[in-house]
């Protein structure tokens, strides 16, 4: 835990800022000139994951750490990952940039509001979250990185366009790290650990894609749209989840239904990749 906190938010900021670096004002525009499909996985990620988390932790019985780790997960913006695994779906790409950006740019609102909430109104125990420096925080490593990233492409396109693939790895090789190191000091209570949460954290990934497949296929008109929204629920920032969990509690408890969701998540995605590539 104490790895976490010190080198996680480091290793967050560097993954937001490779992030960034797949964003352009032109790409921007393209998204919000037909804002539908943009809005509809905004809704998504920032309405409906959140919903099922709680439908989740108010049904099914499980500890408090839990029910707040899992809560957790699902008010974090999606990994900077789902991007390329857009493009390796045949998604729209600009869409899905987008997406993981905005939602990035705006947790340092989203989440602080929403873990306040919860902690009052359903959790009936404070978290000690003082609102204002929590958003600061959140804003310093997970917000302006993306800004700094979009700045550095814009001012340095040529040099950034050559390197982003080899950033965009090294951002998922620490995300890895973050995650691995984290297992290997609890790996001792992993194993009854997935037994206490492991099918509850299943379920919830067959939820989100149910819901973002429910809303796609209602609201969506063309398949790489959908693809992309599908894939943007599927995937979340567990990094962020880690980064922002270690920061607010001291007991690797409340971050294992992130560590087996951000395992579980990319089983999943390389399911749903493989079924459409047998279908084609």
Do not use: W
């Amino acid at each position: 835990m104490e790895f976490v906190k010190l080198v996680g938010p480091f290793g967050v900021f560097f993954i937001m800022f490779a992030l960034g670096l797949n964003l352009s004002i032109r790409r921007f525009l393209r998204v919000f000139s037909k804002p539908k499909n943009f809005i509809v996985g905004i809704l998504c990620q920032i309405v409906a994951l959140p919903i099922i988390g709680l439908l989740v932790i108010s049904f099914l019985p499980m500890t408090k750490e839990f029910q707040i780790g899992i809560f957790l997960l699902l008010i974090m913006p999606s990994a900077a990952m789902s991007n390329y695994a857009t493009r390796i779906a045949d998604g729209n790409v600009p869409l899905s940039i987008c997406l993981t950006s905005i939602c990035a740019l705006v947790s340092f609102i989203t989440v602080p509001i929403y873990l306040n909430l919860f902690s009052k109104f359903l959790y009936n125990q404070s978290f000690n979250l003082q609102l204002f420096t929590f958003s600061i925080k959140t804003f310093l490593f997970i917000t302006l990185p993306v800004f700094i990233g979009i700045y550095c492409r814009y001012k340095f396109t040529s040099f950034f366009k050559k390197y982003t693939f080899t950033l965009d790895r090294l951002a998922f090789a620490i995300f890895l790290i973050i995650v691995f190191i984290a297992i290997y000091t609890e790996k001792n209570n992993l194993v009854s650990y997935f037994d206490d949460v492991g099918v509850i954290m299943s379920l919830i990934l067959v939820l989100v894609f149910i819901s973002s497949f429910i809303f796609t296929q209602v609201f969506v008109d063309d398949v790489p749209s959908k693809r992309a929204i599908r894939i943007e629920a599927l995937l979340q920032n567990g990094a962020m989840g880690f980064v922002v969990g270690a920061l607010i509690f001291s007991e690797i408890k409340y971050l294992i239904p992130i560590t087996i969701y951000a395992l579980l998540q990319y089983c999943f995605l390389l399911f749903y990749l493989g079924n459409m590539k047998l279908k084609k």
